[in-house]
């Protein structure tokens, strides 16, 4: 029987590994990871992640060949294929802080890899990893072998939070990254076998291994700039009179363009874009490429930049503060179905808003008061280390509070932000929330789901994303 071992249960591991499981079941799977909360949660009714259709599939396969655990080494030692799915954070101090990725828990995986192996493995990068980290891998591993072969396949994860397990089921493309030498081709044939339980074989690409890394990192950085491109078109609708919709629909007809990922939006967020962008971004200033790192640098410049025209419309349109206002932000994780709040432009608007006093009342149905007071206290950057690493009991921020429903959340306030395009907030009773608000009520859609006609109709003034401006706001002193 082929034994599989993952390391690393997170947002990654666990689901692809599931799906490995429920799709082959003569492959015994386990999945393990440093954090014993993290396994004992995968181990009960309450999975440590949100993600439709994930309950399901863990059911069928838990126990049966899909297995979690605390004891890294004992799994990694008996596995045929180990993948490793730890955190590749943006480095916080040191060369390349602000930029590099931080392979601290990759290294480690890797050495405890060599230390404890005791038979030849393929050892498979499925985090996102900077080009030429397989070279870095294989040191490591030969270095402390004892004989033992390693072969290492670079395989990226392109699934996304939210539709991670229909993404998995039906993949557009399984990349497989390996050398190209009789023991590497092998390897990437054995993988290949793997997911040819259930993915077509027209699907499954085979490349060397530094097209493999770089090729997720473009993909990440080709959608980010789809993103970033709509919104900065979201800005000049703003100011011209046009509608973002209507641009981003006429555009997408183009089926050399296409209508996918053109929402215009408060800003992407999520826990890779930003730090993949910025991976990317170094990497080319590291081999000499400064043009090409500053093409790049845009992406993000313009999601910043999306985020404060944001903080700055709500601001200017309440008479220039917000100051001691109560101000109700439905929705905080970085996009609806998902719990996942890392890098959610909800940090950056809640710090922007709180920078001008404001008082903030949020609620989001998938994420606790615990989490949202974290994120608004930590540093930036620190959320992406695995949670024993991160700052114990972060302090609260006075000025914001959770509730556990919209309306409560709206009582009282001057101003709704919409951060998250949920779709219960496009069934909510706007009347009732009119009603229990402040005069001038204000609604500041950032993620373009509410009927803006209808909510003025009810008294509302409203800031829709890349749309037709109220007479109120063209009043107001301009953005910048
Ligand atoms: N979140 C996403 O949607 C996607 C993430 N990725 C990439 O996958 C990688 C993992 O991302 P996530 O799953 O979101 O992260 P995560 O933070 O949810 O999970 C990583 C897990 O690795 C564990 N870990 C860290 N060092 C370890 C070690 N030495 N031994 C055992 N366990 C260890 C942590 O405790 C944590 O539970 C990252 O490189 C990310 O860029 C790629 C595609 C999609
Ligand atoms: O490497 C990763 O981590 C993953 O990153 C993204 O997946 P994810 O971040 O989970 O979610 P997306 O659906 O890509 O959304 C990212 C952000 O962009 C925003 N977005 C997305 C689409 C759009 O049209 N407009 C827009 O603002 C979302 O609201 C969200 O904040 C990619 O879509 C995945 O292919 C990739 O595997």
Known sequence: MVKICCIGA????????????????????????????????????????????LDEVVKECRDRNLFFSTNVEKHVAEADIIFVSVNTPTKTRGLGAGKAADLTYWESAARMIADVAKSDKIVVEKSTVPVKTAEAIEKILTHNSNGIKFQILSNPEFLAEGTAIDDLR???????????????????????????????????????????????????????????????????????????????????????????????????GGSCFQKDILNLVYICECN??????????????INDYQKSRFVNRVVSSMFNTVSGKKIAVLGFAFKKDTGDTRETPAIDVCKGLLGDKASISIYDPQVTEDQIQRDLAMNKFDWDH???????????????????????????????????????????????????????AFIFDGRNVVDAEKLREIGFIVYSIGKPLDQWLKDMPAVC
Request: charged share 20%; net charge negative.
């Open 170 to 268: 039906a993949p557009d493309r399984v990349l497989i990254g390996g050398r190209e030498t009789p023991e590497g081709r092998k390897a990437v044939q054995a993988l290949k076998e793997v997911y040819a339980h259930w993915v077509p074989e027209d699907r499954i690409i085979t490349t060397n291994l530094w097209s493999a890394e770089l090729s997720k990192l473009a993909a990440n950085a080709f959608l980010a700039q789809r993103i970033s491109s709509i919104n900065a078109m979201s800005a000049l609708c703003e100011a011209t009179g046009a509608n973002v919709s209507e641009v981003a629909y006429a555009v997408g007809k183009d089926s050399r363009i296409g209508p996918k990922f053109l929402n215009a939006s408060v800003g992407f």
């Open 288 to 301: 000499g490429l400064p043009e090409v790192a500053n093409y790049w640098k845009q992406v993000i410049k």
């Open 386 to 440: 695995p949670i024993h690493m991160q700052p114990v009991s972060p302090t609260t921020v006075k000025q914001v509070s959770v509730t556990w429903d919209a309306y409560e959340a709206a009582k009282g306030a001057h101003g709704v932000c919409i951060l998250t395009e949920w779709d219960e907030f496009k069934k909510l009773d706007y009347e009732r929330i009119y009603d229990s608000m402040q005069k001038p």
């Open 10 to 53: 997170g947002y990654v591991g666990g689901p692809t590994m599931a799906m490995i499981a429920l799709k082959c079941p003569e492959i015994e799977v386990a999945v393990v990871d440093i954090s014993a909360p993290r396994i004992a949660a995968w181990n009960s009714d309450q999975l440590p992640i949100y993600e439709p259709g």
